[in-house]
């Protein structure tokens, strides 16, 4: 069984910044993408980011140039940078892993407040 727990979620002002945190029960050789997705309140599961086995990475256009996907295969963990933090960033949001040939697997979420 996958686990991934998530960490940094949190309330901040607006404009300001938060880190997430996803780290994988499994090693990265299993692991295929890794990404974040955002569900506010009476709205879809969207993207966020994502980043691939090899490095790629792929953003959603309301968080271009302000949020960074990155991973550390050694910690087994991905991380998402969010600055210049929106009020309509608020939402929960949640870690997700594809494992090579498998499934995907889901973080439990983290809330994320912006107030403003």
């Known amino acids: 069984q996958v686990q991934l727990v998530e960490s940094g979620g949190g309330l901040v002002q607006a404009g300001g910044s938060l880190r997430l945190s996803c780290a994988a029960s499994?090693?990265?050789?299993?692991?295929?993408?890794m990404g974040w997705y955002r569900q506010a309140p009476g709205k879809q599961r969207e993207l966020v980011a994502a980043?691939?086995?090899?490095?790629?990475?792929n953003y959603a256009d309301s968080v271009k140039g302000r949020f960074t996907i990155s991973r550390d295969n050694a910690k087994n963990t991905v991380y998402l940078q969010m600055n210049s933090l929106k009020p309509e960033d608020t939402a929960v949001y949640y870690c997700?892993?594809?494992?090579?040939?498998?499934?995907?697997?889901w973080g439990q979420g983290t809330q994320v407040t912006v107030s403003s």
């Open positions: 499994i090693t990265f050789f299993r692991i295929n993408a």
């Open positions: 980043i691939g086995s090899g490095g790629s990475t």
């Open positions: 997700c892993l594809d494992v090579i040939l498998g499934a995907r697997h």
